[in-house]
């Protein structure tokens, strides 16, 4: 089945640390995205991409890194910067950048220990 | 800059009854796009509708129908008899090129939205 895959699921990290989240889509779109979503807010970009080595910052990038090597895969670091990693972290892809609708994926939930 | 409001927060009601959730928009573009999507408990988003800044009609698919009026800048949402299962978070969003650069969807802060049996 075509989808975006995220994972994991739940994943808890120690201050200091940087972790990587993982997404993938075999739904052969050309742009992807990462946003942020905290309780009671809406979702804000940090990152998105709209070819294979290419990506932009998005409204909240302070603290997180990301690549784009492949088509497939679009993962997203938080480093030891973010000063409040702890959300809930959605991952999206889209025809085209932006006008079509975007495919999430199940999310991943981070947590800081 | 754009932004998306979606004033109401949570909304509950009694299964069956109609309820509306609000979505007021801004932008300077005269191009963009809305959408609705729909967040279960389980996390994904799932998309409901998208809806270009030059179609003013009025959309229904089943029990659900969209009201887009450019004059007010909104863009509800109807969901006619509700059910238990249409219980969620929905989120309006816009996208569109204010400034020459796409950057993806602008979300609103999202309505809970509570069917009770």
């Known amino acids: 089945d075509g989808g975006i895959t995220q994972s994991p699921k739940y994943l808890f990290r120690k201050e200091g640390q940087n972790v990587t989240l993982s997404c993938e889509q075999n739904?052969?779109?050309?742009?992807m995205y990462w946003y942020r979503q905290d309780p009671g807010q809406g979702l804000r970009l940090i990152y998105y991409?709209?070819?294979?080595?290419?990506?932009q910052k998005g409204d909240i990038a302070e603290g997180y890194s990301v690549s784009r090597e492949k088509k497939e895969s679009f993962p997203l670091t938080v480093t030891s910067a973010q000063k409040n990693p702890t959300a809930f972290y959605l991952c999206?892809?889209?025809?085209?950048?932006?006008?079509?609708?975007?495919?999430f994926g199940q999310g991943t939930r981070l947590t800081v220990v | 800059a754009q932004k998306v409001t979606q004033a109401q927060t949570e909304i509950s009601v009694v299964e069956k009854e109609d309820v509306t959730l609000d979505c007021v928009y801004e932008?300077?573009?005269?191009?963009?796009?809305l959408f609705w999507y729909k967040q279960p408990p389980s996390g994904e988003l799932v998309f409901l509708i998208r809806?270009?800044?030059?179609?003013?009609q009025n959309e229904i698919s089943g029990r659900y129908s969209w009201n887009f009026q450019k004059s007010t800048s909104s863009f509800n949402f109807t969901i006619t008899a509700s059910q238990v299962v249409d219980s969620a978070v929905y989120f309006c969003?816009?996208?569109?090129?204010?400034?020459?650069?796409?950057?993806?969807?602008?979300f609103g802060k999202g309505t809970h939205l509570i069917i009770q049996p």
């Open positions: 991409s709209q070819i294979v080595n290419d990506f």
């Open positions: 932008t300077r573009d005269t191009t963009y796009y």
């Open positions: 809806r270009n800044s030059f179609d003013e």
């Open positions: 969003a816009l996208s569109g090129r204010s400034g020459g650069g796409a950057d993806g969807l602008t």
């Open positions: 999206a892809s889209s025809i085209l950048l932006g006008d079509t609708e975007a495919f």
């Open positions: 739904l052969n779109h050309d742009a």
